[in-house]
């Protein structure tokens, strides 16, 4: 059972313009999502995150927002820029309860010139 | 480098032999959480470890696989009489007190031939 789905597996995008990251999730219990990067043969790494209490964070270029009646949340990079070009996962966790981070599967980032 | 450590970086096993990964957490860190990446899937939860307390282990399969973190020294994630399956991206990531926070090392790449 996929609890958090990314269901676009790449997504092109001109340097300069929006990239829009999408997730869902079905567990209703997850209260703290994160975003991830990851390049080829390297470990994630942490990019974002925001709480359930909260609908958006920024953080420079990047803003996550969250839609909890929606069980949906995205990541919008402006301007995107070539060195973006990565994989990036959605990931949720039960602060209450839990201290796994159950991953999506991925979407993969191009930035073109 | 205060990141978290992992070795050895790329493994290569037949099958039946056993694997064993290490991860040295961050400095400060108490918490370590092992994930594995199948080829085009997100990263699963498998282990979380306190020093000498497994916490949760509900991700790790039932046979051939364990995990420690002794009081001294890096946390080990143990595959006995690996099959092809076992073949994945092995990553550990650690955290503090702040367990939502987890930074991830740079993974094992496990080959079972």
């Known amino acids: 059972d996929q609890q958090v789905k990314q269901n676009s597996p790449s997504l092109s995008v001109q340097e300069g313009r929006i990239s829009i990251l999408n997730c869902d999730y079905t567990n209703s219990m997850f209260d703290y999502f994160l975003w991830y990067k990851k390049y080829p043969a390297e470990g994630p790494t942490f990019l974002i995150s925001?709480?359930?209490?909260?609908d958006k964070n920024e953080d420079g270029r990047f803003t996550v927002f969250l839609n909890k009646s929606a069980k949906h949340l995205s990541l919008h990079i402006v301007p995107s820029q070539p060195g973006d070009s990565a994989v990036y996962f959605c990931?949720?966790?039960?602060?209450?309860?839990?201290?796994?981070?159950?991953f999506g599967t991925g979407t993969r980032l191009q930035v073109t010139l | 480098n205060a990141g978290v450590m992992q070795n050895p970086r790329h493994l290569v096993r037949r099958r039946g032999q056993e694997a064993r990964l290490r991860c040295s957490p961050m400095?400060?860190?108490?918490?370590v959480y092992w994930y594995r990446q199948l080829p085009e899937e997100g990263l699963k939860f498998m282990v979380y470890l306190q020093k000498e307390n497994i916490i949760d282990e509900s991700g790790m399969p039932k046979e051939r696989f364990s995990a420690e973190f002794p009081k001294e020294g890096p946390s080990i994630l143990r595959i006995q009489q690996v099959v092809r399956g076992d073949s994945a991206a092995y990553f550990c990531a650690s955290s503090g007190t702040r367990y939502n926070e987890q930074f991830f090392g740079p993974g094992t790449r496990l080959t079972v031939l």
């Open positions: 400095k400060g860190h108490s918490h």
């Open positions: 990931a949720a966790m039960n602060t209450g309860t839990a201290s796994k981070l159950t």
């Open positions: 925001i709480s359930s209490i909260k």
